[in-house]
């Protein structure tokens, strides 16, 4: 390994990378605000907090980078050091972090109703939003790479506690989504497409957390565990994008196929994963024969919630009252 490579190429490697999915980023963003033009103020500010809040580690990333590459260019005392952006850029992932950590976990409260898992998960989000905010501190008092091992304790709770949180709303929702049981196909498919965003989304950032966790626990000094984290925020945001986005891949599926009887159209249940709905509609085949009574009309409340900003969740039930005619004499 060169002189360089590891305190100027991991920051340089991870930029680079970082660069890669904010236009992954500005896509998904562009999506969301097109396509859900209806969804609530609260959650436009929220999703347009969560990137800009991204945007401001990545321009710290940047500012390292530079700082490193430019400014202090063959000051092998300087490049030693800690540069402020370090500490900008831990704070706001672990902004974005508990911001998207919080989403899913009103989701899985959502889907669970279950308060001591709602408890434990947030829990954990907020124990990793003050281990990285601990830590960030400690690097910009700190900014010796030498005495990065003050941080230890705080850095591994961090990653730990991410990590666990990330694999249990994962867990969570992957438990709720199978037992979800139902005879209907294009039910079961919505289903299958929710676990498989849920395992995709969840495991990322998961991974790359493990990463920045060992590249650590080897050597303390290093900044590969630094360019490492570069990519942590942006997993986190994309994360949350594609939880937001997925109700537009989803509409194919909400079509009724050729295939569909009609009973299976006019029995099949409304499942709702937050902002995500299958709605099947109801078709009455009635003999033209046989007159009928109009038809009464109820409206049956599964659950209304704010989901941060979502409509109310209804699931409209048609019933009809109908009386065949008695038959001539």
Not at 35 to 41: E, H, Y
Not at 109 to 137: D, E, F, P, Q
Not at 278 to 284: D, E, F, K, L, S
Request: proline residues 2%; glycine residues 6%.
């Amino acid at each position: 390994m060169g002189t360089y490579d590891d305190p100027i190429g991991a920051l340089l490697i991870g930029t680079w990378v970082s660069s890669l999915l904010e236009m992954l980023i500005i896509t998904n963003t562009i999506e969301y605000y097109t396509n859900f033009p209806k969804d609530s103020l609260f959650k436009k500010i929220f999703i347009g907090a969560v990137v800009v809040v991204d945007f401001i580690s990545l321009v710290s990333a940047y500012i390292t980078v530079y700082l490193v590459c430019v400014t202090f260019w063959g000051d092998e005392v300087a490049i030693q050091k800690q540069f402020w952006s370090i500490p900008m850029c831990l704070a706001s992932t672990g902004l974005v972090t508990i911001f998207s950590q919080g989403f899913l976990i009103y989701r899985v409260w959502i889907l669970s109703k279950n308060w001591l898992i709602m408890i434990l998960l947030s829990l954990g989000a907020l124990a990793a939003m003050a281990c990285v905010t601990t830590a960030a501190g400690f690097f910009g008092t700190y900014r010796e790479y030498s005495e990065r091992h003050r941080a230890s304790v705080a850095v591994i709770v961090w990653l730990a506690t991410t990590t666990a949180t990330d694999i249990g709303i994962t867990g969570v929702l992957i438990f709720w989504l199978y037992n979800m049981k139902t005879t209907f196909k294009h039910t079961e498919n919505i289903i299958r497409r929710l676990i498989r965003v849920a395992v995709q989304t969840g495991s990322a950032s998961s991974l790359i957390a493990i990463g920045v966790l060992i590249s650590y626990i080897i050597n303390d000094a290093s900044n590969i565990e630094s360019g490492i984290t570069f990519v942590l925020s942006r997993t986190y945001v994309l994360t949350l994008l594609y939880n937001v986005n997925v109700r537009s891949s989803n509409q194919a599926l909400l079509m009724p196929s050729h295939g569909t009887s009609d009973l299976e159209r006019a029995s099949a249940p409304v499942v709702s994963f937050s902002e995500i709905h299958v709605h099947r509609t109801a078709h009455v085949h009635i003999d033209e024969d046989y007159p009928m009574k109009p038809s009464t009309r109820k409206t049956v409340t599964a659950f209304n919630h704010d989901d941060l900003g979502s409509n109310k969740i209804e699931n409209e039930i048609d019933t009809e009252s109908d009386q065949a005619s008695q038959p001539k004499q």
